[in-house]
Each structure stands twice: as structure tokens, then as C-alpha cells.
């Protein structure tokens, strides 16, 4: 059947309009795809023939008071590898591994650690001569990628390690959480200290460049692909440390001594050195820390990874006696002059236990301001029970030694002391103790364990008017709490009783400093690990009218407080920059 020729000519400009139509659209799209769209699938074809490579951002240095380096960084190497898979990551790295020596256990860790289209970091420190080897190599394992990066160092190592902590490698359990979410795998994080606790502060901006591969992941340009991305340093850290008193205090505790040190500004709080003994390298933990060598840190039985300042407790023996009359002069049951209704010879009877007096051949009938010059335990006991329990424990309660100091440092531990009478019916059972337990915490001693930064802390409102300084690594303005109200007349007095100790009268007459009235407290505290070796307390300030300087120091199983005196007037000597007396052989609480 034939068409009419008018469908004919109908139905061929419909075909036409058709065919314009598709046309049309056809041009639509490769305009949109070779015009409108071009860079964003350019952006995906580069995705997929280039790999980004983070460039590390330098830490921010760390410095003293008078901007000298306490942390800085140095050109290191890094060592990664680019893989398209997992599983190819870990042929790889097994192949390497005759290179670098790795463990079955590591190769697992770095293939968990592996993220699509990122290098996985191998060697996060690397060695000049493992670099030149690979470097050697490089043939055989086309997907490394070395590059220089900053490393951290710290040049007075030890000296400094109290204060400073030190960088390592993030792990997997921190990069699942919150405060690591912007981080990435094989990044170097503040692990102890100001570096840990100004983390956000120091740690920059990464950059990034990046690097050419073929089909197979394997490096074929190392440079160019794409402009870099340049890194951003992180901003300088200014601290209060001195570090001329630093490494001083540093170098007081030789190999064979154990304990920490403090010394404080009591009116700013500024922190002018802090030291643990024994101590970490800090330069050990950069990168990555052999497992061999952070054992053998595990197994010293010395515990040099315990921060002994920061998180030690120890019964502050006698330097609590001052405390003690604190609590007992602001509530108005004892004033400097008097004295108690027994006398001292050599102990102290209460029931029908004898409670000993350091000088055993006594001292007979003593002041106040006396007894703190002499460390007469005998007139402190009589002044605990004076108080009472309740009052004495809510006394040291309000006197901040249930409440760590404040620090800006990351894991201080709490002082330990008694909140209420009800504490030693959870200890003992309701009958399983006596109001003795007052007496030793009159003394510094029983249940009492402070650290060596709440001794300091304390001491502080000592040397000022009451007002207890926060201690602060980095200056901020001070911020006071008020600890107890005394009249003028008894704070001068504590004062002079205080100086009495470190003068020809006292306990610590050995540790004078010539020139300068240094008003403190020594002590002697029992050791529950090892009776025949007790813990040596020193904490005080001077000079004495005027304070410039807080110090406290704790010298384990250091048997005598006036081996710890003779440190702590060192310190005080070295900032005040004056003469220490030469030592007399004398012995005391």
C-alpha cells in the first residue's frame, strides 16, 4: 500500500526533528562534559594517577623565660610506602622487611594503619643510613616515598624531661577518637608534658605534595605533579622556666638518688624548674621507641617513666607541722608562745602506747615558735588532740590537701588526706581504730600522702599572706586561693620560726645560705616499703621578708630532711645567686 505523498513529507520532518533533537543533545553533553564539567573530572583523573603525601608541620619550639631552647626540631627522614591495596601493602612490606627489620606483629599494625590513595608511614625517624640503603634499593620497592621531615629533639635532654615529655607516633585507638579526629596515621603527637598538654598549640599545620603513580601504585614522579601545599609551623611556646636553675637542680640528683624537686615564684606561680629523679631521655621517644629500650625504661625498678613531683605521694612528716599550726592558730586554741601541758622527754604517752619523739633525750618544755624550729613531734601530738580529729580534718581539707595543684600538666595525681572520722571506719572498721590516728597526722605521718606540688603549693601562702599560688608552666595571670586568715604579727611569726630552722637553732642549720634568711621546714618521713630507710623532706622560701622563691624537695629513702635542706638552699643559692654555707654534720626531723 502506497503513502500519500503528504504523509510521505509528514513523516520525513518528523525523522529530521528527531535526529536534530538528538544531535542537539548529544553536542549538550559534550559541551557540559569537555566545558562545564572539565574540572571537576580532571580533579578525578588526577585523583587516580596521583597519590597526596602529608608534609609535616614543625612543632612549635619550646622556650625558657629568657627564650632559650628547651625543644626544637631538626631535618629528619621519613619513610613510607604507597600501596593500591591492602594486601599489596603487606607483600610489600614482608619483601622489605630484609631491609628493614620488622616483625609479624609490626607488619599487622602498619597494614591495619593503611588508608586508600595515602602512604603508610614505616619509618617515622629514619636513620642517614637507612635512608642511603633504600635509597640504594629503590629499584627494587618503586612505592616508597622518602622525604625530609622536622624532628624533635631536645637539647638538654634529661635535664628537661620533667617539664618538656615528649613527641611519638599516634596509634589506632587515638585516631578513632574525638581529639584525634583530624589526624592521620603515622603523625607525631605530644605523649607526656608541655607537649603533650599544649598539643594544640604547638603542633602547626600539615602541608601536602604529591606524588605520580602508574596503574600499579608504584612511584613514577616524585615532584611537579602538583603545586605543594606548603606546611605551617606551630607557634613558638614560651615557658616560666629558668633553664640555667633547670639543669642546676637537674644535676643535684646524681645516678643513685630517687625523688623530685619544684621551685616556684610565690607571688606569680610561675614554675622556674620542676625535676623527677631518675629520668627519661626525651630524645629516646622521638618517632618511634625500640620495644627493647622502652622495657628495659619498664623493668627499672627505680621507675624512671613516674613523674616523682607530679604524681609520687609520700607522708610529708614534719614540713606538715606547719599545717598543723595553721589550723590550730586560726582557731584560736594555741598562739605562738604557748607552750603544751607536758614537757618533751623523748615521747609522748597516750593509753598505753608511747609515741617517740624524734631526739630521744627530748627537749623539754618548748614554745610554738620553738617547736617548729626543734621539729618537737611531742608538742605537736598534744596540739593534734587539742584540735580534735573533725576540726584538724576539715582544718586540712580547707588548707587544699585533698585537691591536686592546679598544674598545667597532663596525669597529676591527688594528695591523699582523711575527709571525715568516717574515713577511718571504712579503713579500719568502726572499731578498729583509736583517735591515735590524730597524733600521726599531726606529725605529717599516718594516713597522709602528698605530693611534692601541693607541698609547694602550700608553702606558698606561707611566704605571701595566706593566698596559695596555682603553679603554672606558662604564664598566665595568677590565679590565688585563699588558704587562711592570720593576723600579721602570727604570719611574721611562723616566719622567724621557720628561719630558725635553717639557722645555727634548727634542724636544717647545714643548709643556710649566707647572706640570705631562708625561712623552712625539714622532715622525716617513714617509708612503708622499707622501715630502715625514710624519705627526706625539705620545703621553704626565701628570702624570708620578701620571697622570691618557693622550694620543695623530696629525696626518697633519703633517710634525713637536712639531705633534702641541702639541695633545696642549693636551688634557692643558685637563682637568688648568693653563697651557700658550707655543711655541718647535724641531724634532725
Known amino acids: 500500500m502506497s503513502l500519500h505523498p503528504?504523509?510521505?513529507?509528514?513523516?520525513?520532518?518528523?525523522?529530521?526533528?528527531?535526529?536534530?533533537?538528538?544531535?542537539?543533545?548529544?553536542?549538550?553533553?559534550?559541551?557540559?562534559?569537555?566545558?562545564v564539567e572539565h574540572a571537576q573530572f580532571a580533579l578525578q583523573s588526577d585523583d587516580n594517577r596521583l597519590n597526596e603525601v602529608p608534609l609535616p608541620a614543625p612543632r612549635g619550639m619550646i622556650l625558657d623565660r629568657n627564650g632559650q631552647v628547651i625543644a626544637e626540631n631538626i631535618p629528619g627522614y621519613t619513610v613510607s610506602i604507597l600501596s593500591p591495596r591492602r594486601d599489596s601493602l603487606r607483600a610489600e612490606l614482608r619483601r622489605l622487611a630484609s631491609l628493614v627489620p620488622m616483625t609479624d606483629s609490626q607488619i599487622d599494625v602498619l597494614t591495619r594503619r593503611y588508608t586508600p590513595a595515602r602512604p603508610t608511614v614505616i619509618l617515622p625517624n629514619a636513620t642517614f643510613e637507612q635512608v642511603s640503603v633504600l635509597e640504594e634499593e629503590r629499584s627494587r620497592f618503586p612505592s616508597l616515598v622518602i622525604?625530609?621531615?622536622?624532628?624533635?629533639?631536645?637539647?638538654?635532654?634529661?635535664?628537661?624531661?620533667?617539664?618538656?615529655?615528649?613527641?611519638?607516633?599516634?596509634?589506632?585507638?587515638?585516631?578513632?577518637?574525638?581529639?584525634?579526629?583530624?589526624?592521620?596515621?603515622?603523625?607525631?603527637?605530644?605523649?607526656?608534658?608541655?607537649?603533650?598538654?599544649?598539643?594544640?598549640?604547638?603542633?602547626?599545620?600539615?602541608?601536602?605534595?604529591?606524588?605520580?603513580?602508574?596503574?600499579?601504585?608504584?612511584?613514577?614522579?616524585?615532584?611537579?605533579?602538583?603545586?605543594?601545599?606548603?606546611?605551617?609551623?606551630?607557634?613558638?611556646?614560651?615557658t616560666t622556666i629558668d633553664l640555667d636553675l633547670q639543669r642546676f637542680t637537674a644535676s643535684l640528683f646524681d645516678s643513685t638518688m630517687?625523688?623530685?624537686?619544684?621551685a616556684i615564684d610565690p607571688v606569680t606561680g610561675d614554675v622556674l624548674a620542676l625535676h623527677s629523679a631518675p629520668i627519661y631521655d626525651p630524645n629516646d621517644f622521638v618517632g618511634r621507641i625500640s620495644r627493647a629500650k622502652?622495657?628495659?625504661y619498664l623493668d627499672d625498678p627505680r621507675k624512671p617513666l613516674y613523674h616523682k613531683a607530679l604524681q609520687g605521694v609520700y607522708p610529708p612528716a614534719s614540713t606538715f607541722k606547719l599545717a598543723t599550726a595553721v589550723i590550730a592558730l586560726e582557731a584560736g586554741i594555741v598562739g605562738l608562745g604557748d607552750r603544751m601541758a607536758q614537757p618533751c622527754r623523748g615521747g609522748y604517752l597516750f593509753g598505753t602506747r608511747f609515741f617517740r619523739c624524734w631526739e630521744k633525750d627530748g627537749h623539754g618544755s618548748l614554745t610554738l615558735a620553738q617547736a617548729i624550729e626543734k621539729s618537737c613531734d611531742v608538742y605537736f601530738y598534744q596540739l593534734g588532740l587539742k584540735l580534735g580529729l573533725e576540726r584538724f580534718l576539715e582544718g586540712g581539707t580547707r588548707l587544699g590537701f585533698r585537691q591536686p595543684s592546679g598544674i598545667d600538666l597532663p596525669?597529676?595525681?591527688?594528695?591523699?588526706?582523711?575527709?571525715?572520722?568516717?574515713?577511718?571506719?571504712?579503713?579500719?572498721?568502726?572499731?578498729?581504730?583509736?583517735?591515735?590516728?590524730?597524733?600521726?597526722?599531726?606529725?605529717?605521718?599516718?594516713?597522709?600522702?602528698?605530693?611534692?606540688?601541693?607541698?609547694?603549693?602550700?608553702?606558698?601562702?606561707?611566704?605571701?599572706?595566706?593566698?596559695?599560688?596555682?603553679?603554672?608552666?606558662?604564664?598566665?595571670?595568677?590565679?590565688?586561693m585563699r588558704l587562711f586568715d592570720l593576723t600579721p604579727e602570727q604570719m611574721a611569726g611562723l616566719r622567724d620560726a621557720l628561719h630558725g630552722v635553717v639557722s645555727t637553732r634548727g634542724t636544717a642549720a647545714s643548709a643556710a645560705i649566707r647572706g640570705v634568711e631562708v625561712a623552712g621546714k625539714t622532715g622525716t618521713g617513714q617509708n612503708a616499703?622499707?622501715?630502715?630507710?625514710?624519705?627526706?623532706?625539705?620545703?621553704?622560701?626565701?628570702?624570708?621578708?620578701?620571697?622570691?622563691?618557693?622550694?620543695?624537695?623530696?629525696?626518697?629513702?633519703?633517710?634525713?630532711?637536712?639531705?633534702?635542706?641541702?639541695?633545696?638552699?642549693?636551688?634557692?643559692?643558685?637563682?637568688?645567686?648568693?653563697?651557700?654555707?658550707?655543711?655541718?654534720?647535724?641531724?634532725?626531723?
Open 258 to 262: 630517687q625523688g623530685g624537686a619544684v
Open 529 to 589: 616499703q622499707d622501715r630502715n630507710r625514710d624519705h627526706a623532706w625539705f620545703v621553704g622560701f626565701a628570702p624570708k621578708e620578701d620571697p622570691k622563691i618557693v622550694v620543695a624537695v623530696l629525696i626518697a629513702f633519703g633517710d634525713h630532711g637536712y639531705v633534702a635542706a641541702r639541695l633545696a638552699t642549693k636551688m634557692m643559692e643558685r637563682y637568688l645567686k648568693t653563697t651557700v654555707i658550707q655543711p655541718l654534720n647535724v641531724t634532725g626531723g
Open 411 to 480: 596525669d597529676e595525681k591527688a594528695p591523699g588526706w582523711p575527709e571525715a572520722a568516717a574515713y577511718f571506719d571504712r579503713l579500719y572498721g568502726r572499731n578498729g581504730w583509736t583517735n591515735a590516728v590524730t597524733l600521726n597526722l599531726a606529725i605529717g605521718q599516718g594516713e597522709n600522702d602528698q605530693t611534692v606540688l601541693s607541698m609547694a603549693r602550700f608553702y606558698t601562702a606561707l611566704a605571701t599572706d595566706g593566698n596559695a599560688v596555682r603553679p603554672s608552666l606558662v604564664r598566665r595571670p595568677a590565679e590565688r
Open 147 to 238: 622525604q625530609a621531615t622536622p624532628r624533635r629533639r631536645y637539647p638538654d635532654g634529661q635535664a628537661v624531661a620533667a617539664i618538656v615529655g615528649y613527641t611519638g607516633e599516634i596509634n589506632e585507638q587515638e585516631l578513632g577518637t574525638d581529639a584525634y579526629r583530624d589526624y592521620r596515621p603515622g603523625q607525631q603527637i605530644g605523649r607526656a608534658g608541655l607537649e603533650r598538654q599544649y598539643e594544640a598549640v604547638l603542633r602547626g599545620i600539615d602541608g601536602s605534595r604529591f606524588v605520580e603513580v602508574d596503574a600499579r601504585g608504584r612511584v613514577v614522579r616524585q615532584a611537579g605533579a602538583r603545586p605543594d601545599r606548603l606546611p605551617v609551623a606551630g607557634p613558638d611556646l614560651r
Open 294 to 296: 622502652y622495657q628495659a
Open 6 to 35: 503528504n504523509e510521505v513529507h509528514r513523516r520525513g520532518r518528523l525523522a529530521g526533528i528527531l535526529v536534530a533533537t538528538a544531535l542537539a543533545g548529544l553536542l549538550a553533553a559534550f559541551f557540559r562534559v569537555q566545558i
